[in-house]
C-alpha cells in the first residue's frame, strides 16, 4: 500500500512516499525549487518521491495531508473577533491567499495529482506526534510535540503504543511557546521560523538576565509544563509584527536592526 | 529567552511522564529543534531515552501523516526492535549516479579525478588534516534541516580558525555561529560526554574537559557541541571518511556543517553542489566518486547567476 503525506502552506512544504509501512523517501521543497522554507505545494517533493517509489500517482492507495486548513481558518476568524477592529490590516493581507489557496487545499491536492481517491486530513500536532513515534525504536513512549501553532494547538502530550497514538492533552494558541521564541527572534533582529537556531547558538554567549523578567510579566509558567502569555507584549495575534510597544518598552528598547552588530 | 525555554520544555516533559507513565520520549515540532532544550530534558533523568524526529519542523509533518494514516487509520502493526528507528539515517532524498556526475563533470569542463574507493578516503582524509575544507556529495540527501554526511561541508575541528575561515570566507554567515562535529559513534564517549547516540544532531553534550582544547573549532563557549555519532548502517561512505581521517590523526571527530552559503538551501543535485564550490572557497568537492580540486581548475571567473539573500 502506497500512502503519499503533504505538508504545504505554512513553512517548509514537504512530501513522504511510506509503503506497507516502510518510508521509502521523503523531502523537503525548498530543495527542488531552491527556494528556502518554500511554502508551496511540493509538487517537486511529490515528484521525486514517486519517481524513487516507481510509481505515479494513480498507484497512490491514499494521501494525506499533515493539517486541517479548515480548522486553521477558523482559529484565524476567531482571533480576528476577539481582537476586532485592531487586527484588520494583518487581516486584510492575510485573507486572500486563505480565500485563494488555503481553503481549496482538498481541490488543490485533487487536481495537481490528478487524484479521486482517499484524501484524508490529520491534525496538526497529530502529524507531529505521528512522525516522532512510528518511526522511534519504541513499542510505548511518551510522545511531546511544540512548536509555534497548528490548528489550535502549539504543544501537546500524546501517548504511542503498538500502532496506537492517543493525544491527551493540549496547549492552546495564542499560548505557544515557539511564538514566544519567535518573538525574541524577532526581537533580537534575526528571521523568524528559520533565525531561531542563531538565537539559541547565541545564548551561552549572554548571561540569562533576563529570564526573570520573562517570568515575571510574559509567561506564567506553571509546574504541569502549562502556561499562559501576557498577550499585551505580543503582537503575532492579531498584527502584522511579533512583540508590542509594551515589550519593547519592558526590554528597554525597539528590535535591533537585523545585520547590525550584535551587543 | 533560551533558560525559559529549556525550563518549560522541561516542565512539559515531566508532566508528559506522568501522564503516560512511559520511560521513553518521542520529541517532533519546531522547538524540538532546540537541541539545547532536548538536551536538558534528557539530562533531567525524567526518560531513560529520547528519541527527536530529525525533521521535527512543518516537513516532519508530511512523514507523521502518511505513517499516521498507516499504522493508526489502517491498523497496521508496527515492529520496533527497541534499538534501532526506521528513519534510515534520515538520508531520504534524491542520490545520483557516478554516470550522472561525471556528465555533468564533463560538460561543465571541470578538471577531475575518479580515484579508486580506498584513494579517495585516503586522500580526501589526508587532505582535510592539512586544513582543506571539502564539500562532501554522497548518496541520498537529508529530510531535515541538517547535514548529516550526504550535502557536507567537512573540516578538521582541530584548527582553531575554521569556525571563522568557514563562517565568513565559505558560508558568507555570522562569525558567532558554531559548528556541529559528526563522531566514529564507538568512539564518541572517548571525546563527548553523551549517554546515548545522537544520529541526528538532536541533542548538544558536553565535549569531554581534556578534549576541549583539541576540537576548538566545534566546542561552543559552554564547552558543548552540537553532536552527530556515525554507526554503521546509515551512510557507510561517511563513516569509512571519518575512520580513514582517524587513522591518520588520532582524531574521529570532523566539523560537519551543511552544503550551502547563507540564505540557500542544502544542495541537492551534483550540479548545485558545483556551482556552490565554484562561488566559495571550498579547496576540494568530492563528488560521489570524484574529486575536484580547486587547484586544478583554470582561472574560476565563472559566478553563479543567482545570489541567494541572507536568513
Redesign the interface.
Known amino acids: 500500500m502506497n500512502i503519499l503525506g503533504i505538508s504545504a502552506f505554512y513553512h517548509d512544504s514537504a512530501a513522504a512516499l511510506v509503503r506497507d509501512g516502510r518510508i521509502i523517501a521523503a523531502a523537503q521543497e525548498e530543495r527542488f525549487t531552491r527556494k528556502r522554507h518554500d511554502e508551496e505545494f511540493p509538487k517537486h517533493a511529490i515528484a521525486y518521491c514517486l519517481k524513487e517509489g516507481g510509481i505515479d500517482s494513480s498507484r497512490l492507495d491514499c494521501v494525506v495531508f499533515y493539517d486541517k486548513p479548515w480548522l486553521k481558518f477558523e482559529r484565524l476568524l476567531k482571533t480576528w473577533l476577539a481582537y476586532a477592529p485592531y487586527g484588520l490590516r494583518s487581516f486584510a493581507l492575510g485573507m486572500p491567499v486563505w480565500l485563494k489557496k488555503k481553503l481549496w487545499t482538498r481541490n488543490i491536492i485533487r487536481e495537481q495529482l490528478g487524484w479521486e481517491g482517499d484524501l484524508l486530513f490529520t491534525e496538526h500536532h497529530e502529524s507531529h506526534a505521528a512522525s516522532a513515534f512510528y518511526p522511534s525504536p519504541f513499542a510505548e513512549a511518551a510522545v511531546l510535540t511544540m512548536d509555534g501553532v497548528g490548528e489550535w494547538a502549539t504543544a501537546s502530550i500524546g501517548y504511542g503504543q503498538g500502532r496506537k497514538l492517543r493525544i491527551l492533552e493540549e496547549l492552546h494558541f495564542p499560548h505557544s511557546l515557539g511564538l514566544l521564541y519567535s518573538a525574541f527572534t524577532y526581537y533580537t533582529g534575526f528571521k523568524v521560523n528559520s533565525g531561531e537556531y542563531k538565537v539559541m547558538g547565541l545564548a551561552p554567549y549572554g548571561e540569562p538576565k533576563y529570564a526573570d523578567l520573562i517570568y515575571r510579566h510574559l509567561i506564567d509558567l506553571k509546574e504541569d509544563g502549562s502556561f499562559a502569555l501576557d498577550m499585551k507584549y505580543f503582537d503575532y495575534a492579531a498584527g502584522l509584527t511579533m512583540t508590542s510597544p509594551a515589550f519593547h518598552e519592558l526590554f528597554g528598547g525597539p528590535p535591533r536592526v537585523p545585520e547590525s552588530e550584535l551587543t | 529567552?533560551?533558560?525559559?525555554?529549556e525550563?518549560?520544555?522541561?516542565?512539559?516533559?515531566?508532566?508528559?511522564?506522568a501522564?503516560?507513565g512511559?520511560k521513553?520520549?518521542?520529541?517532533?515540532?519546531?522547538?524540538?529543534?532546540?537541541?539545547?532544550g532536548n538536551a536538558h530534558v534528557l539530562r533531567s533523568k525524567l526518560?531513560d531515552?529520547v528519541?527527536?524526529?530529525p525533521?521535527?519542523?512543518?516537513?516532519?509533518?508530511?512523514?507523521?501523516?502518511?505513517?499516521?494514516?498507516?499504522?493508526?487509520?489502517?491498523?497496521?502493526?508496527?515492529e520496533?526492535?527497541?534499538?534501532?528507528?526506521?528513519?534510515?539515517g534520515s538520508l531520504?532524498?534524491?542520490a545520483f549516479s557516478d554516470e550522472e556526475i561525471g556528465a555533468l563533470l564533463k560538460a561543465r569542463g571541470a578538471v577531475y579525478r575518479r580515484p579508486a574507493r580506498e584513494e579517495l578516503f585516503e586522500e580526501t582524509a589526508r587532505a582535510l588534516a592539512e586544513r582543506q575544507v571539502v564539500g562532501w556529495f554522497n548518496g541520498r540527501?537529508e529530510?531535515g534541516p541538517r547535514a548529516l554526511g550526504s550535502r557536507s561541508i567537512l573540516a578538521d575541528p582541530r584548527d582553531p580558525s575554521m569556525r571563522t575561515r568557514i563562517n565568513l570566507r565559505t558560508k558568507n554567515r555570522?562569525a558567532?555561529?558554531?559548528f556541529a562535529p559528526s563522531v566514529l559513534a564507538e568512539k564518541a564517549n572517548d571525546w563527548f560526554e553523551l549517554k546515548e547516540p545522537s544520529p541526528y544532531m538532536s541533542l548538544t553534550v558536553p565535549v569531554r574537559e581534556n578534549r576541549r582544547a583539541t576540537l576548538p573549532a566545534v566546542t561552543?563557549?559552554?564547552g558543548?557541541a552540537r553532536l552527530q555519532t556515525v554507526g554503521p548502517e546509515a551512510n557507510p561512505d561517511f563513516r569509512d571518511l571519518l575512520r580513514e581521517f582517524d587513522r591518520l590523526t588520532g582524531c574521529p571527530v570532523l566539523i560537519n556543517t551543511s552544503f550551502n552559503v547563507r540564505?540557500?538551501?542544502?544542495v541537492?543535485t551534483p550540479e548545485?553542489a558545483y556551482d556552490c564550490f565554484l562561488r566559495t572557497d571550498l579547496d576540494r568537492l568530492v563528488l560521489g566518486s570524484f574529486v575536484v580540486e580547486r587547484k586544478d581548475q583554470p582561472k574560476t571567473g565563472e559566478a553563479c547567476a543567482?545570489s541567494?539573500t541572507?536568513?
Open positions: 529567552m533560551q533558560v525559559v525555554c525550563e518549560a520544555m522541561l516542565r512539559m516533559a515531566r508532566r508528559a511522564q501522564a503516560t512511559s521513553n520520549l518521542c520529541l517532533a515540532g519546531g522547538v524540538a529543534l532546540n537541541c539545547v526518560f531515552r528519541w527527536v524526529q525533521a521535527a519542523g512543518d516537513a516532519g509533518g508530511a512523514l507523521g501523516a502518511a505513517l499516521w494514516a498507516w499504522h493508526h487509520r489502517q491498523d497496521k502493526p508496527r520496533p526492535d527497541g534499538e534501532r528507528d526506521t528513519q534510515l531520504l532524498g534524491p540527501m529530510y555570522e558567532f555561529r558554531p561552543h563557549v559552554d558543548s540564505g540557500e538551501p542544502i541537492n548545485e543567482k541567494f541572507p536568513d
